[in-house]
């Protein structure tokens, strides 16, 4: 299948400060992107669906100006969780398909975000 | 409201048995639907993919079966082996976005 890399796959940063995460589509061009957050031993939650070339549309109760998406090409997707606080600490995971709605989703492999 | 659910919670099975995953949504206009394994933090690896007009797919030991007039689909694991110890998760693909259930942890015993 399709290879989604997500970087980095662990983070620490202090209260106060910002992060950024990339999700990548090696080997496909993804028009669509989806981020995720996933809370210990629960489901994956849908933040945002990442547009490239146009603006994120979120989730409701999802925070525009906290969590920054940013999808400038075809293979590139980044979320900057910005004003990082202890509730923000989780386990982030990305998401692309390689072609409308009907086709596979493939998944990074993460990014645990651990704010102190 | 789309909503997911996946029955068990968790299952623990001695090495070599079949067993069957269980999935049910509410609403049945689905895309497709999509069964994924995840790993203790890690990321979710694709199993297997079910186009909204097809009734089953298998992949080596594992068949995954689509009922969208009922909402339901089951995914069968033959002779369950321990590397098969993980989270599955079933998820639908509706009006652009993937809905999740909960999961099943499965751990197979040696």
């Known amino acids: 299948g399709a290879v989604v890399s997500q970087h980095p796959s662990r983070v620490i940063c202090k209260s106060g400060t910002s992060v950024k995460i990339e999700c990548r589509s090696l080997?496909?061009?993804?028009?669509?992107m989806f981020w995720y957050r996933q809370f210990p031993k629960q489901s994956l939650m849908l933040m945002a669906t990442?547009?490239?070339?146009?603006?994120?549309?979120?989730e409701q109760g999802v925070e525009k100006d906290k969590f920054l998406i940013n999808h400038a090409s075809l293979t590139l997707s980044t979320l900057t969780v910005t004003s990082a606080h202890p509730e923000d600490s989780s386990f982030y995971i990305c998401?692309?398909?390689?072609?409308?709605?009907?086709?596979?989703?493939?998944f990074g492999q993460g990014t645990r975000l651990t704010v102190v | 409201k789309q909503e997911v659910t996946q029955i068990p919670a968790a299952l623990s099975v001695p090495e070599g048995e079949n067993l069957v995953l269980n999935c049910s949504f509410t609403?049945?206009?689905?895309?497709?639907l999509q069964w994924f394994r995840q790993d203790p933090g890690k990321g979710l690896t694709s199993l297997l993919l079910?186009?909204?007009?097809?009734r089953e797919q298998t992949s080596g030991r594992l068949n995954a079966s689509l009922d969208k007039s009922s909402g339901r689909s089951t995914l069968y694991i033959a002779a369950s082996q321990p590397g098969d110890s993980a989270t599955y998760l079933c998820?639908?693909?509706?009006?652009?976005?993937?809905?999740f259930g909960q999961g099943t942890t499965l751990q197979v015993k040696p």
């Open positions: 998401s692309a398909r390689q072609g409308g709605m009907n086709t596979e989703a493939f």
């Open positions: 080997d496909f061009q993804a028009t669509t």
């Open positions: 990442s547009n490239e070339g146009s603006k994120a549309t979120y």
């Open positions: 609403d049945s206009a689905i895309y497709n």
């Open positions: 079910i186009q909204s007009s097809q």
């Open positions: 998820a639908v693909h509706n009006t652009g976005k993937l809905i």
